[in-house]
């Protein structure tokens, strides 16, 4: 399986805590495989995906901080 890492820290480089979900897509394939995160220390969340192809993925994330703040997070990436 591949292991899908984010870290996520504020403009002062202070990790910002709060629960992560999301899934990873391929849009042209209409793949969607839903994420499980886990923490993984301050500010930091990892899930294992088990992905029916290499190659590339678009991640979309939301990221529900303690404080309230909700953030979306897309970025591609590129499985091995």
């Known amino acids: ?14 990790p910002v805590p709060g629960v992560v ?10 793949a969607e495989l ?3 995160f ?8 990892i899930a294992f995906a088990e992905t029916p192809a290499r190659g590339q993925w678009e991640a979309r994330l939301t990221l529900n901080a303690r404080r309230g703040e909700r953030f ?3 970025q591609r990436i590129v499985l091995r």
């Open 1 to 14: 399986g591949n292991v899908v890492r984010v870290a996520v820290t504020d403009r002062d480089g202070q």
């Open 38 to 45: 886990a923490a993984a220390g301050p500010g930091r969340w």
């Open 34 to 36: 839903a994420l499980d």
């Open 72 to 74: 979306d997070i897309r």
């Open 21 to 30: 979900e999301g899934v990873l897509l391929r849009p042209l394939e209409g």
